[in-house]
């Protein structure tokens, strides 16, 4: 029985509980508290930060794959040193930790992405601002997240505060029509298998529903995404899941927003959703092991997150109401504004799917 | 966030720990060993026959399951008389765990069932052979499953040695077209929800296949079998799963083979295949939360268990064949003949599908 070791303890370390179980995998986590999210695999508590604690985890397992990307590349090196497979690797998380390096692969791959710049100074920034209409997303290289780390700027002197701190990342404002996420895993062997593309709606910069597929995208907009999608897993030599988030822009560009190199939000539908979930398929790329039929159960999909928290009662109600909805929990405390959990529904009737999803997050409200 | 507790380790167990995840669950097992199929999610080792083991485990969860009908009577009650909540309740769980019980019950609640008496001796089944063109069924009350406890009996001495015991349940030997399964769940305060009609193949008196739903089953067959299963649930109080085993005979009546109250090695199929596993169903209704959507995702579904063992590469190997097959394991260690896993496809065509789950299955020859 193989064995799979999660840093991280969060909802996603979580969701990989269900496909470990049902494929015969041991999963260990190691968690920050003993009261994660992923406590029921959790097998040590400690801080991915720390090497000890990693190596010490790591060691028992036949592969190291991660909940999160905020493992640092110190430690990764310290594993990939010490003997221990981690998937994805270093190289590949790099471009996952720092959103300069990023861009400049993605050139390199002439991938399309907005226009971009590494910006040390108010004064590039100010030429930058210039060259782009007046506007920019200024961005930290590292450490954001979930709307995190990201300002809109319309000021030469909008991040001077970042800038104290090193260069940032200036990135043109696209007109979107939609953000779309496209979803692929990789093996260490070199399979890749796209789910369809998805279509994300984000609230404050937090993902907060998904349809699947992607309203009425033409042929050369699921084409692109794939290929772009296939061209960033291969060219940075991902193993696991790979999310790229894009950009549908107004001019009809389908361009790369950012990328996570693990399971992902807007593939939550998945589990409920297709032949394979994205936690199975994570699960089997990082042990190489053949992927899985990515074909969804129904014609649509419909994922809502819910905030906050899921009481027993609200569980409850939301199951009572709307008996084809299934809802997945993840576990925490309550906290206002925290990702709690989620609802999915399946099936033929877009609009009543949706009517359904919400009308199933709205008990948790 | 409600703890539910399950005595017995089993692979029925280990398959509640992804609904319990989805859900929020807290999912906790009373297991015979360490190494159980349920290892991940249990908390105490003892044996569910151990009064003081079963009411210390008991005491934390806010209601006590089961993976299997061996909990003795008087453990149940010392459950109860301690207030603890047990779904299914001792009342109920007595018609699946004494067979010439659940014969004098279900012939009260007028189901169809085999012809049927209690015998006492030699004489009392040369009696009923005489009957019944010299052919019987014979089981023990207590302990059979799988084929175990059951026999084909011609001859008045047939049973000699269970004889000695105590009385026997003599049936009459069906004539059978097929063996179908009937589930429904049912919750505390009566809401009762049935699966559409499986249709079962036993070999050596265990599961091998499952078809979902019956092939060509008539709408009078299927009414028949949801009939049965309803009176059988309300009638016996069943809270959680009942699995009605039964013959679809030569002359066109469906009988009751037999019941199990849990989830069923029949249903299994419900996982890849409905909107609602019957493992989550089985935990909505201990705890009377209300029931899920039992639609299939697809027209049909196949299952298939699977003996022996699951070698790492033996699933590695499935996978890559049938990326479309969903491969379970229950972390047992290998032994011959023994339930080691099973593997299901759900799709529009079922010679295709059949021929998918066989190659599957037969990577674990």
Redesign the interface.
């Known amino acids: 029985?193989?064995i799979v070791g999660v840093i991280g303890g969060g909802q996603l370390a979580?969701?990989m509980?269900?496909a470990a179980?049902?494929?015969?995998i041991?999963?260990r986590v190691l968690a920050e508290t003993p009261d994660s999210s992923a406590r029921?695999?959790t097998t040590a508590i400690g801080d991915g930060r720390d090497i000890d604690a990693v190596l010490s985890f790591a060691q028992g397992c036949d592969v190291i794959t991660f909940d999160h990307e905020h493992v640092p590349q110190q430690v990764l090196a310290a594993m990939v040193a010490a003997g221990v497979a981690v998937n994805p690797g270093p190289h590949a998380l790099l471009y996952a930790q720092d959103k300069l390096a990023m861009r400049e692969r993605l050139s390199e791959l002439g991938v399309p992405q907005p226009d971009w710049a590494r910006v040390h100074s108010a004064t590039e920034l100010a030429q930058f601002l210039a060259d782009h209409g007046g506007r920019a997303v200024v961005k930290t290289p590292r450490g954001g997240y979930d709307g995190k780390g990201v300002r809109m700027v319309d000021d030469a002197h909008g991040a001077d505060d970042w800038l104290a701190d090193g260069p940032v990342l200036a990135e043109e404002r696209v007109l979107f029509e939609r953000e779309l996420a496209q979803l692929i895993a990789r093996r260490p062997s070199g399979e890749a298998r796209p789910w369809p593309l998805f279509e994300t709606v984000q609230r404050d910069g937090v993902c907060a529903q998904v349809i699947a597929p992607a309203r009425g995208a033409t042929q050369s907009v699921q084409s692109a995404a794939v290929a772009i999608a296939t061209t960033v897993a291969h060219g940075l030599e991902v193993t696991g899941v790979l999310a790229v988030e894009l950009f549908e822009a107004t001019d009809g560009r389908v361009l790369v927003n950012e990328l996570a190199m693990r399971p992902h939000n807007s593939g939550h539908v998945t589990?409920d959703g297709s032949?394979?979930s994205q936690f199975e398929q994570h699960l089997?790329a990082v042990?190489d092991?053949?992927?899985?039929?990515t074909?969804p159960?129904?014609p649509w999909g419909v994922m809502i997150n819910v905030f906050g928290g899921?009481a027993?009662e609200q569980?409850?109600s939301a199951?009572?109401h709307q008996?084809?909805v299934?809802?997945?929990?993840?576990?925490k405390s309550t906290r206002p504004g925290r990702k709690a959990?989620h609802v999915t529904v399946?099936g033929d009737d877009l609009d009543d799917l949706v009517y359904r999803a919400r009308a199933a997050a709205a008990h948790f409200d």
Do not use: F, Q
Not at 326 to 331: E, P
């Open positions: 029985m193989p979580r969701m509980i269900p179980v049902a494929l015969g041991e999963l029921l695999a589990i032949a394979t089997r042990l092991w053949p992927l899985g039929d074909t159960l129904a899921l027993d569980i409850a199951l009572g008996p084809s299934k809802v997945h929990a993840y576990g959990g399946i």
